[in-house]
């Protein structure tokens, strides 16, 4: 299947201006639809139309779906503890969100829909092992419910209308342009905090574990998914490598400001203690291979949030 135009929700945010870009290089025309509320109109990359709305507006989402063939469905409020102090929003933007865009997408006609679906699905698990599709889906945040649901609406339209849907599970992803907020991202919170000349705060004991994933692998595996024929498929998309958080603040810290040392918080509502993603079913369908290796990639990180003033 030939796709001519891409729409991406959320394309001027963090993961969605880099896939706008692999999208653009594939030669596939690309608009972005964004409401700004994270994102920023200078991510979005020259050649691509912008198109600013809310996709809660339903007549807005039909509105930039006239001519796409397929879309990319980033758009979302991401934050674990945000969604758990305003848990109605979060439900607004990530399930009725998603399911105006996919009333849309039926009624235009679009032939694929991709869905950025999240680890926050799964259950947590009780060591620090990759785990598959397959593990049990028991989110315990509001955001990971939404994100649940999302998928399942995701699943049945592609079962009744006939349209080719999958979803991509994305892990901690990191990299250039991901906006600083207390809440995503803890890479680039501490990142921003040591820049500062600040201690990095861990909340619980810093040895819960994470699959930390450079965003050009996620660009891949949306690019390897969209050329693929996978109806109805869910991939985890990570690295299937296990990094404490205790390791991300020695690291960081021995990078930008040696000696500093962390200190420790409580533990956070709705966090999981170990997420590490099972890649074998991507790699074996879609053909994914992660080439992003967080001790090679992070001074690119380091040095966009300098560029960008970080720690000011």
């Not at 001519?67 to 674990?80: G, P, Q, T």
Request: net charge negative; proline share 4%; hydrophobic share 45%.
């Amino acid at each position: 299947m030939i796709f001519k135009k891409a729409l991406v929700t959320g394309g001027a945010g963090f993961i969605g201006s880099h896939l706008a870009e692999g999208l653009l290089a594939e030669g596939v025309a690309v608009r972005v639809l964004d409401d700004l509320s994270v994102g920023l109109e200078a991510n979005v990359p020259d050649g691509a139309e912008f198109v600013r709305g809310d996709i809660r507006d339903a007549r807005a989402v039909q509105k930039a779906l006239d001519e796409i063939d397929i879309v990319f469905h980033l758009a979302a409020k991401v934050s674990i503890r945000g969604s758990i102090e305003k848990f109605r929003e979060d439900a607004d933007v990530n399930l009725m969100g998603t399911i105006n865009v996919l009333e849309a997408a039926h009624r235009a006609g679009a032939k694929k829909l991709i869905l950025a679906s999240s680890m926050a699905v799964y259950a947590d698990a009780a060591q620090p092992d990759p785990v598959d599709e397959s593990h049990a889906l028991a989110p315990i945040s509001p955001y990971g419910v939404a994100k649940l649901a999302a998928e399942r609406y995701w699943q049945l339209l592609g079962q009744t209308s006939g349209i080719e849907t999958c979803a991509l599970r994305y892990f901690n992803t990191y990299g250039p342009r991901q906006g600083f907020t207390p809440y995503v991202g803890v890479i680039t919170i501490f990142i921003n905090r040591l820049l500062a000349g600040e201690k990095p705060v861990i909340f619980g004991d810093g040895e819960q574990r994470r699959d930390f994933i450079y965003v050009g692998d996620i660009v891949k595996a949306n690019i390897l998914a969209m050329k693929t024929h996978c109806p109805g498929e869910i991939f985890n998309v990570g690295t299937g490598h296990a990094t404490s958080v205790n390791e991300i603040a020695a690291l960081l810290a021995e990078k930008i400001s040696p000696g500093i040392e962390a200190v420790y918080s409580g533990e956070q509502a709705g966090e999981l203690k170990n997420s590490i993603a099972d890649i074998s079913r991507a790699a074996r369908i879609l053909g994914y291979a992660p080439e992003g290796v967080l001790e090679n990639r992070i001074d690119e990180v380091i040095a966009w949030n300098r560029e960008l003033g970080g720690g000011e």
